[in-house]
């Protein structure tokens, strides 16, 4: 009753906004890709509270890994040692290529960012930072600089966001989000788009060169840039784009950070870090998400050189790398081993990525289907023709049907016009299957009402 009470209130403007389901599922409990109402309905998880459940909701061994901390010990800052951090962090960077092996600790993806952003510029000596139109880097006040997408900016003094008053130096790439009209959008096809319309390769290039010749100062601090965009809607680079980047960048002095907050961690299937795919080697690497499986966690990475400029200063962080997340990080990098996690990303992440592009080529709405192993986003048009995004409204519609069939997925991308796949990576291929029914059936239905 309670619980029918909260509901009716709407009283958390936190959950209205965010999820823009007409009626929230009110989510109490989750095991693996499963997630359970008050009412007892249970959903297929594919959203992973945003690609952050890695391994599973309440993994059996992350859970006793958190829980055997718990009461052994929470909290010591980073004043002290403990071995939960020298394990850990050793683990972790096990993970990166050399150079890549001084580790810092934080909560969350934007305090990696902004961390990042601070190490660049002292390190560097320069301050202007570059990022990509459709980029999403956090919401911190200076990461909502580095943040492309409008929608997650606020109204401050004379300029939407913090770009234009508080972070003047953010400029940005030469694209803008992830509808294939107006960006070099890749898709599993190699050409750019579903449907054939983007410029060749060495276009995107081009443009790219054009636009560091005639927008980028001479001196920068830095480069973020996402492996595969993420909240931009699973957006994917030309062949080449990133790694010509981090050479332009790095004529003008500054470092190239990989965002990997969505895309590390094995969620690209192929690769255990999204950069990978790129051919490019970064100067600082920052996580988040999936790192913890839903435990608050992040973290920098970078080489000893970038951290003895940044080890001038005194660096404090009261709970980042706390001895629970440590024991939970631990753990979740122990079950991506054991469980075989980005193997079985690679496997069922191909599979429905074949099955999406089946339904693509069925259903006139259906414009693009992109990612790599579970990071997929699937763009709606109005139709192939116009190219034009399915307004919110309709992407609501079929956003809701779905989950009234028991799958949660994600909406993103910079008109709101894809939908991302992004489960925890122990889904299996019957989930596939049951996903791709819910969703041709979600879409034939939407098709027959207009
Ligand atoms: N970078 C990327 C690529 C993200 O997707 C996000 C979160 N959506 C962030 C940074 C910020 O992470 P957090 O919400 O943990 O601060």
Known sequence: ERMMQIRKQNCNPMTMKVTSYKTPAFI????????????????????????????????PRVTEAAVDQLKRLWHTTNIYAYPPIHEYTEKLASHLPDPLKV?????????????????????TGNYDIITFRGSYHGGSPQTMGLTSNSAYKYPIANGLGCTNTMCPDVFRGPWGGSHCRDSPVQTIRDCGCAQG??????????????TFATSVPSRIAAFFAEPIQGVGGAVQYPKNYLKEAYKLVRERGGVCIADEVQTGFGRTGGHFWGFQSHDV?????????????????????????????????????????????????????????????????????????????????????????RGKGLMIGV?????KASRDPL????????FEDVKDMGVLIGKGGVYGQTFRIKPPMCITMDDANFFIAVFNKSIHDFMERR
């Open 28 to 59: 109490h409990q989750g095991h693996m890709q499963w997630l359970w109402d008050v009412d007892g309905k249970r959903y297929l998880d594919l959203f992973a509270g945003v690609a952050t459940v890695s391994v599973g909701h309440c993994h």
């Open 103 to 123: 580790i810092y600790l934080t909560n969350s993806g934007s305090e990696a960012n902004d961390l990042a952003m601070l190490m660049a510029r002292l390190h």
């Open 197 to 210: 319309h983007c410029m060749a390769n060495d276009q995107y290039i081009g443009q790219l060169k054009e």
């Open 281 to 369: 080697l970064p100067d600082i690497v920052t996580m988040a998400k999936g790192i913890g499986n839903g435990f608050p966690m992040g973290a920098v990475v970078t080489t000893a050189e970038i951290a003895a400029s940044f080890g001038k200063g005194v660096h404090f962080n009261t709970f980042g790398g706390n001895p629970v997340a440590c024991a939970v990080g631990s753990s979740v990098l122990d079950v991506i081993k054991e469980d075989g996690t980005q193997e079985n990303s690679l496997h069922v992440g191909t599979y429905l990525m074949t099955e999406l592009a089946k339904l693509r080529d069925k259903y006139e709405i259906i414009g693009d289907v």
């Open 379 to 383: 763009e709606m048009v109005k139709d």
């Open 391 to 398: 307004p919110p409204d309709a992407m609501n519609e079929i």
